[in-house]
């Protein structure tokens, strides 16, 4: 129902800083909501931050106090601010979106974007 296109992963040392993007192929503002997921090799995919439609900004807890998560309805983006990286926060970050159209309920996600931090 939407199409998602990820970027800004990249390769920085420890204590540095990300911010990754996510492009919906349209508008967000309706959308129920949209998080942030990452697999590690060999680990599940884990839920890094989400804003659930009506809900209040939820974080793991690794992550708090170090990620925000935004998004700005007029570009269809959504945004994760990556802070004070440790260099187990290397993963494939991926964007979600739950969209509905009628009674079926949709899982988007986009195609990942690498992010590796060095010691």
């Known amino acids: 129902q939407v199409q998602l296109v990820e970027s800004g992963g990249g390769l920085v040392q420890a204590g540095g800083s990300l911010r990754l993007s996510c492009v919906a192929s349209?508008?967000?503002?309706?959308?129920?909501?949209m998080g942030w997921y990452r697999q590690a090799p060999g680990k599940q995919r884990e839920l890094v931050a989400i804003?659930?439609?009506?809900?209040?900004?939820m974080y793991a807890d690794s992550v708090k106090g170090r990620f925000t998560i935004s998004r700005d309805n007029a570009k269809n983006t959504m945004y994760l601010q990556m802070n004070s990286l440790k260099p187990e926060d290397t993963a494939v970050y991926y964007c979600?979106?739950?969209?509905?159209?009628?009674?079926?309920?949709?899982?988007?996600w986009g195609q990942g974007t690498q992010v590796t931090v060095s010691s």
């Open positions: 979600n979106a739950k969209t509905q159209t009628g009674l079926s309920q949709y899982d988007n």
């Open positions: 349209r508008s967000i503002f309706s959308i129920n909501a």
């Open positions: 804003m659930p439609g009506g809900g209040r900004t």
